[in-house]
C-alpha cells in the first residue's frame, strides 16, 4: 500500500507497522504444551513441547506434485514459482484483463491517463483502486459482478504529490471516490470478458456514499455525530477488503483497516469509553497518510469522535437495485473484517463466518434466529441472531462462545461497537491474523486463512509474551503452533452434528505453509503436504469451488530470498480437501497480491483479482501500476469451477 524503502506494503502490514501493540508483563501466562492429538484423516499430529511446535503427518505427502505430475484431482499440469511482472497459468488456460483500476463504467469518464491517472471528475465514474473480494451475481440474466476496492496508494493514485501526502481537498475526493465498491455489469463476448459501460446496474460505492446503520448499536450515542444525530445514518464503507455473498442474493462488503483513515487536527479524545476502544482499534493522530482530517472535518477525530464508531462493519448492498441503500450490520460486530463466509443449518438458520484480521485477534460466527425461507422475509437475518467467538482447545476441540450481556458484562449494543473487548472477556483464542473464511459446499466443514503472526510467542526485550492490542497473550498454542510465524496456516473445523449451528466443533490444521528445502526437520518445513514444488507463504484470500477445491491466494513476501526462497511472487493455489494435496494454479505480477475470487454463472471463467502490482502492470513500460480483475478460462472453454 505504502512505500517504505521502496517496499509496497499491503494494507495488513502498515497497520502492523504504524500501530505498535503494548506488551504485557505477565511471565506466568508463558505456558509450555505437550500435546498429541488426532487429525480428521486418522493421522497422528504429533506437537512436541515448547515454544516452537508442529505437526507431522497430518496429512499424506504427495510425491507425485514433487515430479511434476498433475495430482488426478486436478484438471491442469501445476506451474512452477516465477518472479517476473506478469501473470502465469497452466497449460491449456488463458487470461485477460476484465478491468483495471481507471477503465470507464460510464462512457463520460475521461479515458485514464498512463502518467497522471484519474482525474477527481472521473473518480466516481472509473472502476476502482486496489481490486479485492468480489461476487458475481445473476440478475435477470445479466451477469453483474460486484468488486471491492480496499484501498489506495498515494504514489500511485496521486502521482502529482510523489512521496508527499495528499494536500489538498480535491486529492483526498480523489481518494475516497476511487474506494469502496463496484457493481457492474459484464458480459462475454467475443475479444473475451468485458463491462458493459453505461449499464444501468453499474455502480460505484465510495467513502461518501449514504449508509444505513442497522442492528443493535444503530442510534447508540456513541454512534451520533453532529451531521447526524440519529446514529443511524452514515456516510461511506472503509477498506472494503473480503467478500461475501447471502442466499438471498445480497453482496457483503467487509470492513478491514478502518482505522487508518481517522486522524486529529487537535487534542485526541480523553472519554475513557472512547479512547480505550482507540487504542484497542489503533485510531490515532496520523492513520495511514490518507490525511483525510486536514481537508474532511468528518475525519477529523478531534472534532468528531464518534465517527469511527460508524466504521468497522459488515455492509450489504443489493446488487439488483443501484438506488438501494447499502447497510450496516452492526449485530455481526465490529473489528477488522477480513471476509464473511455464510453456511446454512439443516433448519435453516444462517451462519456467517468471519476473521479478525490483526495479530492476536479472533474468529467469529453469527447465527440467525430466524431460518431463511426462500422468498420470504429476510430483513432480520443479519441483525436479529448471535454473534459469538471461537476458542480452541489444544486437544482439537472447539466451541463458539457466544458474546452475550451476561457473559460479557456488556449490553447488547456495546458489544456490537467493542466486539474486540467483548471477545477478550470471554477468553477467546489470540489467532495468527485470521484472513478468509471458507465454508466447503460439499461437505460440513470451514476453512479458515491464517495468514502470519511475527510475534506469536516471541519476547519483548523484557522477557515478556506479547499480546493483542487488548492484552491478551500470543503465545503459542494448538491452533497457533509456531513462534515468530511467517509463513501461516490453515485451519479446519466440522462443527458437531454436522450442523454449523453448534457451538461445539472438532479442528485440525489443513497445512502449515513453510519451506522443507531451507528449513528441513523444524516447524518451519510446513506440513507434509507442502514441497519444493508447491512453496508459497501467507495464505490470505480463498474461495471453496462447487467441487469442493480449495482455492488458496496469498499476500506474503515475494523476495523469492532467504527463508522464502523458492516461493516466488504471490499465487493462488488449489488444495484438495481429503487428500490435502496442494498445487499451484496461477502466479501473479511481482509486488502484487493475489486477491479476490470468484466465476461466472456458467463456471466457465474464474475471475481473479490482482491487488497493487509492483510492475507496470498490466499495461506495460511507461504506464503506472493498475490493479486489475482478470478473467481466467480453459481453451477448451471447459467448467473451471
Ligand atoms: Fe485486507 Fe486482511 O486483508
Ligand atoms: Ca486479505
Ligand atoms: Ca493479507
Known sequence: ?????????????????????????????????????????????????????MGTGLLKGTTALAD?????????????????????VPDGYSWNVLARWGDPLFSDATPFDPVTGVTVESASRVFG??????????????????????????????????DGLPGSAEDVLTL???????????VEGANGWEIVVDSPFNRRIDH??????????????????????????????????????????????????????????????TDGVVAAGY?????????????????????????????PHRAGYIVEIDPANPESVPVKHTALGRFKHE???????????????????ERGEFMYRWLSNAAYVPGGDTTTLLSDGTLSVAVFNDDMTGRWVALTPEATGMD???????????????????????????????????????????????????????????????????????EANNYGQIVRWRPMDDNHASDAFEWDLYVMAGNPTVAADTPYAGTANINAGNLFNSPDGMQIDNSGIIWIQTDGDDSNEGEFAGMGNNQMLAGDPVTGEIVRFLTGPNGSEVTGLTWSSDRRTMFVGIQHPGAPFPDGDGSLPRSSVVAVKRDDNALVG
Open 339 to 357: 471476509n464473511a463466509a455464510y453456511a446454512l443449518a439443516p433448519d435453516g438458520r444462517v451462519i456467517v463466518y468471519m476473521g479478525d484480521d
Open 1 to 53: 500500500m505504502k512505500d517504505v524503502d521502496n517496499q509496497k506494503l499491503s494494507a495488513d502490514a502498515w497497520d502492523e507497522l504504524n500501530f505498535p501493540r503494548p506488551d504485557v508483563q505477565d511471565f506466568d501466562r508463558v505456558v509450555e504444551r505437550a500435546l498429541s492429538r488426532r487429525g480428521f484423516m486418522g493421522g497422528v499430529l504429533a506437537v512436541g513441547s515448547g515454544a516452537a511446535v
Open 176 to 186: 475516497q471516490l476511487l474506494q469502496g465498491v463496484t457493481v457492474m455489469e459484464i
Open 208 to 269: 461518501n456514499t449514504p449508509m444505513q446503520i442497522a442492528g443493535p448499536a444503530a442510534g447508540h450515542a456513541l454512534l451520533q455525530t453532529e451531521a447526524d444525530p440519529t446514529g443511524t445514518a452514515s456516510l461511506g464503507t472503509f477498506n472494503n477488503c473480503g467478500s461475501g455473498r447471502t442466499p438471498w442474493g445480497t453482496y457483503l462488503t467487509c470492513e478491514e483497516n478502518f482505522n487508518g483513515y481517522f486522524g486529529a487536527t487537535g487534542a485526541l479524545p
Open 129 to 162: 483502486e486496489n481490486t479485492d473480494g468480489m461476487e458475481l451475481f445473476n440478475v435477470g440474466g445479466r451477469e453483474i459482478l460486484v468488486v471491492n476496492h480496499e484501498y489506495t496508494n498515494n504514489d500511485v493514485n496521486l502521482p502529482h504529490i510523489g
Open 279 to 307: 487504542a484497542r482499534y489503533g485510531i490515532n493522530e496520523s492513520g495511514f497518510d490518507y490525511n483525510y482530517h486536514s481537508f474532511d472535518a468528518r475525519f477529523d477525530v478531534s472534532t468528531t469522535p464518534h465517527e
Open 412 to 482: 447488547a449494543a456495546t458489544i456490537a461497537i467493542f466486539t474486540r473487548m467483548a471477545a477478550s472477556q470471554v477468553g477467546a483464542t489470540t489467532m495468527d491474523r485470521p484472513e478468509w473464511i471458507a465454508v466447503n459446499p460439499t461437505a460440513v466443514e470451514a476453512y479458515c486463512c491464517l495468514t502470519n503472526n511475527s510475534r506469536r510467542g516471541v519476547m519483548t526485550d523484557a522477557g515478556a509474551v506479547r499480546t493483542n492490542a487488548g492484552g491478551d497473550p500470543m503465545t503459542v498454542n494448538g491452533v497457533n503452533p509456531r
Open 68 to 88: 511434476g505430475h498433475a495430482a488426478s484431482r486436478f484438471a491442469f499440469m501445476p506451474i512452477a514459482a516465477q518472479t517476473d511482472g506478469t501473470i502465469h
